[in-house]
């Protein structure tokens, strides 16, 4: 199975890269390029597709339709990084996995608060990630299970942190990149996984409490154990 890995930034691309076996290469395609690694049974594509929604979109959705007019489609987009946390369900260094990836702030505020745009009649606001593949991932890697928010603007203040998890309350973590990816392989047709090192909580910005490393090394760790749950994960099974 091919597999795109889409990050955020170079270094935590490097960072899904230590897990992976042999030497890399890196394939320039014409928005984008690409650091190939060859693991048993698998071809990572690993892509630093940019920060926030619209490049990660954007920049995924290159990479997919290179793959698909080259006749050698993706059979699983994965978005993966670092991300805040929300406690106490997801502490410092922990793991995530979306079993839903949901824009947080995609819609219209209004007098009587915020509404989704799909509460507007159109769009959409969350990506599922195939059940069965979370459940095997999440095994795999220990990772906690549940909603993870995708935003424009990190979360700064312990007002915000709370209105978001009022508004959804299974959420264990922020991040600004994976609804972007997953609309990217939704258009495509392709499964979506979204994995992520927790590297601080949500809240308050405090960047001296930020344990960047610790989280990049949780990241790889992750990526070393998540190739066995993919050997066993049917694509067809839900």
């Given at each position: 199975?091919?597999?795109?890995?889409?990050?955020?930034?170079?270094?935590?691309?490097?960072?899904?890269?230590?897990?992976?076996?042999?030497?890399g290469?890196?394939?320039?395609l014409?928005?984008?390029?690409?650091?190939?690694?060859?693991?048993?049974?698998?071809?990572?594509?690993?892509?630093?597709?940019?920060?926030?929604?619209?490049?990660?979109?954007?920049?995924?959705?290159?990479?997919?339709?290179a793959?698909?007019?080259?006749?050698?489609?993706?059979?699983?987009?994965?978005?993966?990084?670092?991300?805040?946390?929300?406690?106490?369900e997801?502490?410092?260094?922990?793991?995530?996995?979306?079993?839903?990836?949901?824009a947080?702030?995609?819609g219209?505020?209004?007098?009587?608060?915020?509404?989704?745009?799909?509460?507007?009649?159109?769009?959409?606001?969350?990506?599922?990630?195939?059940?069965?593949?979370?459940?095997?991932?999440?095994?795999?890697?220990?990772?906690?299970?549940?909603?993870?928010?995708?935003?424009?603007?990190?979360?700064?203040?312990?007002?915000?942190?709370?209105?978001?998890?009022?508004r959804?309350?299974?959420?264990?973590?922020?991040?600004?990149?994976?609804?972007?990816?997953?609309?990217?392989?939704?258009?495509?047709?392709?499964?979506?996984?979204?994995?992520?090192?927790v590297?601080?909580?949500?809240?308050?910005?405090?960047?001296?409490?930020?344990?960047?490393?610790d989280?990049?090394?949780?990241?790889?760790e992750?990526?070393?154990?998540?190739?066995?749950?993919?050997?066993?994960?049917?694509?067809?099974?839900?």
């Open positions: 199975m091919r597999i795109l890995v889409a990050t955020a930034v170079p270094v935590e691309r490097d960072a899904v890269a230590r897990a992976l076996p042999g030497p290469t890196d394939v320039r014409p928005a984008a390029t690409l650091h190939r690694r060859h693991a048993v049974g698998h071809d990572y594509d690993l892509l630093a597709a940019g920060v926030g929604p619209a490049l990660a979109a954007a920049s995924t959705a290159a990479a997919l339709t793959a698909a007019l080259g006749g050698r489609p993706y059979g699983l987009v994965v978005s993966a990084g670092i991300a805040g946390g929300f406690p106490p997801a502490p410092v260094g922990s793991l995530v996995l979306a079993d839903e990836i949901t947080a702030d995609l219209a505020e209004t007098p009587d608060g915020f509404l989704p745009v799909t509460d507007l009649g159109f769009g959409t606001v969350t990506h599922h990630p195939p059940q069965a593949l979370v459940r095997a991932a999440a095994t795999a890697t220990g990772a906690r299970t549940g909603t993870v928010l995708t935003v424009s603007t990190v979360t700064g203040s312990a007002e915000r942190a709370t209105a978001l998890r009022d959804h309350p299974r959420a264990l973590a922020e991040a600004m990149e994976g609804f972007g990816v997953a609309e990217a392989a939704a258009a495509h047709t392709s499964p979506v996984l979204e994995l992520r090192a590297s601080n909580a949500v809240g308050p910005r405090d960047r001296a409490a930020w344990r960047v490393g989280a990049l090394t949780a990241l790889t992750a990526f070393g154990k998540l190739t066995p749950a993919l050997d066993s994960w049917d694509p067809y099974e839900l």
